[in-house]
């Protein structure tokens, strides 16, 4: 199926590892411009270089820099704007800050755990909505958490701050759908990926209590790949969706019960 995304240009934030670099890849092999963001220079331009010499310079943008902070995020659109092109689509994802465990949280780690998965968020569709609400057309997707649609025992800035996510989705696409501009949410599950917190998990001393743990939650019995988030990511911001907001989409093998 061919997802129309060609050319067309998409914001990525958090795209040097994990589920984000999952996303670009998705994006580049659908013949789309990616602008890519993440707080470390080098492991991005690591990433940014490999990936332009499999797709070509001219399909990439790059740069570093706190996507939780707005002067940053508002000249990083700006400068992809002036510079490589109108963005069609965007991607906030940026999340997780470490939590102690309980309801002990102070307010400096609540606050941080608000603005890692929250605020920056919200940060990126005021900047990116305010570029496509008046061209009329566009795509924003939210990476959430399955941690935001029930309560499952995680660190509570996380879980509760993915499940404002949702509700911000939800709010958003109803302000902007007059406009013609989509805005979705994907809940992942669990994903593994070099270097992420389940890949450490199952190479550590309890690693085979987290693979039975997974064969039991799981009904597809395994985890997810950042490449399979990319996959519905690319379709979500694609055309393809025209008539798909406001949702939030599992994507967990099953692991969310629902009614």
């Not at 589920?19 to 220079?41: C, H, P, Q, S």
């Amino acid at each position: 199926m061919d997802l129309q995304l060609k050319d067309k240009v998409v914001f990525v934030a958090g795209a040097s590892r994990g589920i984000g670099l999952g996303i670009v890849e998705a994006l580049l092999e659908e013949g789309a411009r990616v602008a890519i963001a993440a707080r470390g220079a080098e492991k991005l331009e690591e990433e940014r270089a490999r990936l332009a010499s499999q797709y070509g310079e001219d399909r990439l943008w790059a740069r570093a820099g706190d996507l939780r902070d707005t002067k940053t995020i508002e000249e990083m659109v700006e400068a992809i704007e002036t510079g490589f092109g109108p963005l069609w689509g965007a991607v906030a994802n940026v999340g997780i800050h470490p939590c102690p465990p309980g309801f002990d949280v102070d307010d400096d780690n609540w606050t941080a755990g608000m603005q890692q998965n929250l605020d920056s968020a919200f940060r990126l569709a005021r900047t990116c909505l305010r570029r496509m609400e008046p061209r009329g057309q566009g795509a924003l997707l939210m990476i959430s958490s399955i941690a935001g649609m029930a309560a499952m025992g995680s660190p509570l800035t996380y879980g509760t701050g993915k499940a404002a996510m949702n509700h911000l989705v939800r709010e958003l696409s109803r302000i902007v759908g007059p406009s013609g501009v989509r805005i979705n949410a994907i809940a992942p599950g669990n994903i593994i990926f070099p270097g992420g917190s389940w890949e450490k998990n199952v190479e550590g001393e309890r690693g085979e209590a987290w693979k039975k743990w997974v064969r039991r939650e799981v009904p597809l019995q395994r985890f997810g790949k950042p490449e399979e988030i990319g996959a519905a990511a690319a379709f979500l911001l694609s055309e393809r969706a025209s008539f798909l907001t406001g949702a939030i989409v599992p994507v967990d093998g099953g692991q969310t019960r629902q009614g």
